[in-house]
């Protein structure tokens, strides 16, 4: 095997600086619906990939479809993705995707960075995924200096709307999967360095109902009451939770109601359904789809459903597993213990997978508590993750490990 320890010497000592950009960029609110914000954020990004001196792009998103409480669809706008894209031509091609955008929106009260100890920086999107940007790019910029930058192509997408279900950037990293023979996601570890393997599918959904409104006094018997209705399916989808082994329905909320005296006309339900495979996907879309028909058969009715799978479940199959096995190689050759296991959370790397491409997507920093005020990453993770991916991009491409999935 090749000796790429004077290449990996680039990314050693490097705490201190990551440190410091990593602050930068999590002092910019960049909350998926902060459109100013995500702006400033991608003006960053485009000038630090930039060093990578690839073709970058800013691909735009498509927008987001919200069903309000009143159970109309309107649209609202989603951030563009960063495309950086590398020696398309080379013979391998890895796919790195992230996220800028955070859960954080710019009125909430966690803006700004702490040190809780030397090590632990609690910080809005310092795990979730900033710190993931900023190794993958060390990373990057690692491989670029070594002998065996040739041998790999590569393409970043980093999209601007994942906490909020990647939308508007779905086609952009279909399309970027596609292109690739494995991909690499830069989502935090659990704290000891575990990774996610399998991951459930999701799917957000809506269920919209129209009845009839009246006066409840006069008239009740004309009404036909939607929050009634809506109470029903709730009762039924709830009732699907373990129906196929893994599957959990989580009927969230409901919209809808009048004052007392008036029949409601309209209620919407919210839940998400999670499944452990793609044929349960389909299997819980055809039962939703019968009791909206069924709904819709009762005189003075009207239902219909809104949403879908938008993360598809990501499997273990031997093809990933080897994946894993070759990161978890390329970790011991560093003093690193890598570990897997199964997880209900899903991010862009299920859609990855469901194009067909190896993904391992928790390569980003150690960390924790992402998605509250309490979010930390450990800083000495990112010199030691950075490592982690370029040694393993260089054994890739000198062909010390076989590249995962498709290579031709
Ligand atoms: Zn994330």
New binding site residues.
């Given amino acids: 095997m090749r000796d790429f320890s004077s290449d990996l010497g680039f990314l050693a000592g490097r705490r201190a600086e990551m440190t410091a950009t990593l602050k930068d960029w999590c002092a910019i609110n960049s909350g998926s619906r902060n459109i100013d914000g995500l702006d400033r954020m991608r003006d960053v990004l485009v000038t630090a990939f930039g060093e990578l001196e690839g073709d970058v792009e800013i691909a735009p998103a498509e927008q987001h479809e919200v069903v309000t409480r009143d159970g109309e669809v309107e649209r609202t706008p989603a951030g563009g993705s960063v495309r950086v894209v590398k020696r398309p031509q080379a013979p391998i091609r890895v796919l790195l995707a992230?996220?800028m955008d955070t859960v954080f929106p710019p009125d909430h009260p966690f803006q700004t960075h702490r040190m809780i100890d030397d090590d632990v920086m609690n910080a809005p999107g310092a795990a979730?995924?900033k710190g993931?940007l900023l190794v993958m790019l060390r990373a990057l910029q690692c491989v670029e200096q070594s002998a065996v930058a040739d041998a790999i192509g590569y393409e970043v997408v980093i999209n601007a709307d994942?906490?909020i279900g990647s939308h508007g950037s779905a086609a952009t990293i279909a399309a970027a999967a596609r292109r690739a023979h494995f991909a690499c996601v830069y989502?935090?570890s659990l704290p000891d360095g575990t990774l996610a393997g399998a991951r459930k599918g999701s799917g957000n959904f809506s269920a919209i109902f129209r009845g009839r409104s009246a006066h409840a006094g006069r008239e009740h018997h004309l009404g036909r009451n939607a929050v009634v209705a809506a109470s029903r399916f709730a009762e039924r989808i709830d009732r699907m939770s373990g129906a196929r082994a893994g599957m959990t329905v989580n009927v969230a909320r409901i919209d809808g109601g009048s004052p007392n005296n008036v029949v409601p006309e309209s209620a919407v339900v919210r839940f998400n359904v999670r499944v452990e495979l793609g044929d349960d996907a389909a299997w819980a879309e055809a039962e939703l789809n019968k009791l909206i028909a069924a709904a819709n058969a009762e005189d003075g009715f009207g239902a219909q459903l809104h949403g879908g799978f938008g993360r598809p479940p990501k499997p273990m199959t031997p093809e990933l597993l080897s994946f894993f096995e070759a990161v978890k190689s390329v970790g011991a050759e560093l003093g690193q213990e890598i570990g897997w296991k199964a997880t209900g959370g899903c991010?862009d790397g299920n859609n990855i997978a469901a194009e067909g491409t190896p993904v391992v997507d928790t390569l980003g920093v150690r960390g924790a508590n992402?998605h509250s005020a309490d979010e930390y990453a450990r800083l000495d993770s990112l010199e030691e993750r950075a490592k982690l991916s370029a040694l393993l991009l260089m054994r890739i491409a000198s062909g010390d490990i076989p590249a995962p999935g498709r290579v031709t």
Wanted: net charge negative; proline share 9%; glycine share 18%.
């Fill in positions: 992230g996220h979730d995924m993931g994942e906490e989502e935090p991010c992402i």
